[in-house]
């Protein structure tokens, strides 16, 4: 089969695939249905209707690239075109200044030798520190101003000369060759400004005009390229590739197609002309019409150029060069995790640049693919990079272990969604026809495609410039049927985007879809119309806008990030929260290459203040970021601003021991954010709100972790949890459960004063800044109605007895001083129980306790033998003892450190981490 025959085959294929295959969505497969039925001989079928329709269309341009190939011209390539060719390409950036010129001229003479030839294609130059605007924009703008009839256009032409006087300078030196390329130069502009005169005079200019003025940015950079190549001893020529190239415009007038028999003449013409040369160097972006006047390739258009080339020349292979490492699998500079691609199909390169990745021209791959010519994107300023290796197969065990059926995301930005809606559109055959024709007549390409099941509306998307022409026409084609009532309404939806995922690997599984959808919603993109792709590489959806970067990188987190990537947010940077950042800067880059865990920490907010980062807080400089850079706390804005977040899962970390963010629980979980805190507030707190947060964890599948709230960081309520889950029973809990009153009874001793240990261990920073806080029991108190209702005991804070060790008259002394003051008056009592105990051979511990039997907590101070276990307490360690049905003669006892910013901070981290583990961590 001749390759072109093979091309119209695929073709063929495809669209036959497209009918029928088993991806096509019900909404797409009836759109793509009518396609087929009306379209019967796409391969060489002639324009009609439903050419329109993006996926077709491209279908049908593959069939027309290979059909336009006239026989023996395409087939037969002359004595001088063959496999010792390579094509390079260098975007505009490597062309950019006169350094970057000679580097690449020197890495071009380089590759030339007995058996390999080299074509080199070249941009325009580009933007570069010293000169940020790219030559093409600046000859855009300037031939905008003249037709506006803005002299400013003048400057424009003075500062693209002195652009390109500066460089050659720089570049050629005092020397022949720059004496002719200033004088071409000077030429060049004498008649570029003779002509945006006539422009400025017109006040108009046309397309013929403006693609002849727009070229020059190649013609000039491929000049001085060749000169600088000729400076360096190649054996080389310029190729002006409008003596060369001959396209013709597509039926959108969006893209041009290669007149390839046309072409080749031309080509076999100038090898006769300038001999078989070693080194070519050629231009980029412009070629000419059939009519013999100058055109581009559009926008990007050298990337086409080259390949085009690579396809005349029949070489072996074709390198485009820019400034980044490959084809990424979204765009680099949206979404920061982007991960450069070892390979892809022409296919998927094909469907990522036509959805908006501009990294390659959408027609680059084509000529490429025709002729099985394998393409790589190299970086030229890290050409250690591998690069993207485009060609037939790309090897999926190489990308992710073959794990990702998704290769890239990209976006086609600002587009406008018309939908055409009415009840009598159902059944009616026709109607996709004559939308589709309607908009085609007005020379509007129409980017994406879906129609509702129910048949009762069709939407697509086109560019967003397009809009009201789109509008303007279906309006006046369907007058009749508006006003007849058959179709109620003509919408039009501006300031939309096009989100596309491209891979061959979706073709044979299941549930991407699914996936996708699931992670926009979870940022809570709202998604306005789906379709998937008929070539079943692409899943296609519509959104606002404004959601176009969030969503990008929402997806491309889904896929592509570690396997679990958690948004955190800090309430409290304080002590145990600060501690907790910290923690999490040591660990995070372990977490992520073990467990593939990926805690980012997302916003710090303190009492007065909060610091939002879309990718992420500096762990390093956290805290003078929340000096510097922070706007005012706002708990709703926090969680707005987490739930919006791309990152599929988050987490708000309350590390503050106050009623405020508590009472933001319930919204937060409404959001969708998980919360892991220390704070006890709500879990002793009012039990309507308890019951109401349990209930949404349970009914929302939001997790609530709060294991720092008891025993800090020993495992006092996942041992609770894990009894209770096996069916144990809780008889009773018992324990010392303060680390401050822990040390206190652990060091009060017969002969000392218990006015004296208090103030020991408030010097020692054991106590709260006024101790009563601890010795009133509260704490003990609000911990014991956390471990009660944990066992189904619905306490209320208040139904709790506390045994305060705060003496009745010195609970209403103002300050902590005066109580620190009279605490002495009150020894004697303490010493006297003191003395009961020690004279019966026991201790006094301060403890809280769950009577799970009868239903009761309490809080108090209680004797026990020496031998006890809480006897053997030390320092401020805290006890916990379960007597249960399973441990019934023998407690379960946890015991260990249970205060302090760094093992409370590990509790918290903990529970970071079984979130972790329940949103499929590997354990
Ligand atoms: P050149 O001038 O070399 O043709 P372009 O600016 O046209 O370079 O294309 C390269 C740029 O494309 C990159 O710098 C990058 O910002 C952008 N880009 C967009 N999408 C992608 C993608 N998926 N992979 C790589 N680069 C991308
Ligand atoms: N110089 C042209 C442009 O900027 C073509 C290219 O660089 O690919 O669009
Ligand atoms: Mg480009």
Sequence with gaps: MLASQKLAHRAGLEERRACIGPHVSRSQQRVVGRVGKLAPHVSGAPANAIRQTSVVRKLLRVAAAASTVSGAAAEKPTGVRGAHWQVHKFGGTCMASADRIRATAELMASTVG?????????????NHPTSPIKVTDLILNMIKKASRQDAAFLVDLAALQEKHVDTAKLLLGQSPELTQFVSSLMDDITNLKAMLQAMSIAGMSTDAFSDFVVGHGELWSGRLFALCCKQLGADVEFMDTRDVLVVTPTSDGASVDLDEAVSNGRMDAWFKAKGNKKLIVATGFIARSREGTATTLKRNGSDFSATIMGALLRCRHITIWTDVDGVYSADPRKVPEAVCLPSMTYHEAWELSYFGANVLHPRTTLPAMK??????????????????????????????????????????????????????????????SRIFSSVRDAGINVIMISQASSEQSICFAVKGTDGDAA??????????????????????IPHCCVLAAVGQGMVARKGVAATMMSALAKANVNIKAIAQGSSEYNITVLIDQVDSERALRAVHSRFYLSDVPIGVGIVGPGLIGGTLIAQLREQRQQ?????????????????????????????????????????????????????????????????TASDAPASKYMTWMQQGIHVVTPNKKLGSGPLDQYQAVRRMQREGYIHFFYEGTVGAGLPVIGTLKHLLETGDKIIKIEGILSGTLSYIFNTYQPGMKFSEVVADARSKGYTEPDPRDDLNGTDVARKVAILARECGLMLE??????????????????????????LPEFDADMDAKLREAEASGDCLRYVGVVDAQNGKGSVELRRYPKSHPFAQLQGSDNIISFTTARYFKQPLIVRGPGAGADVTAAGVFSDLLRLAAYLGAPS
């Design 371 to 432: 002729y099985h010519i394998p393409i790589t994107i190299r970086n030229f300023f890290n050409q250690s990079a591998p690069g993207t290796r485009i060609s037939d197969v790309a090897s999926d065990a190489e990308v992710y272990g073959g794990k990702n059926t998704i290769k890239g995301f990209a976006t086609i930005d600002n587009v406008t969604l018309i939908n055409v809606e009415g009840t009598g559109m159902v059944g009616v055959p026709g109607i996709a």
């Design 591 to 655: 977490l992520k290459k073990e467990f593939g865990i990926d805690l980012r920490l997302l916003g710090v907010a303190s009492s007065g203040k909060m610091l939002l980062r879309e990718t992420g807080v500096d762990l390093d400089n956290w805290k003078q970021d929340l000096e510097d850079k922070s706007v005012a706390c706002d708990l709703d804005k926090f969680g707005n601003f987490l739930s919006s977040h791309y990152i599929p899962n988050r987490v708000i970390v309350d590390c």
């Design 114 to 126: 007995p058996d390999s030839s080299t074509c080199v294609v070249v941009s325009a130059m580009g």
């Design 471 to 492: 509008q303007r026409v279906l309006n006046e084609r369907f007058a009749d049927s508006i006003s007849a009532g058959r179709v109620s309404a003509v919408q039009v």
């Design 797 to 822: 804070l208040d139904s709790i007895p506390v045994q305060s060790l705060v003496p009745e008259p010195l609970r209403a002394v103002a300050s902590s001083a005066d109580y620190m003051a009279r």
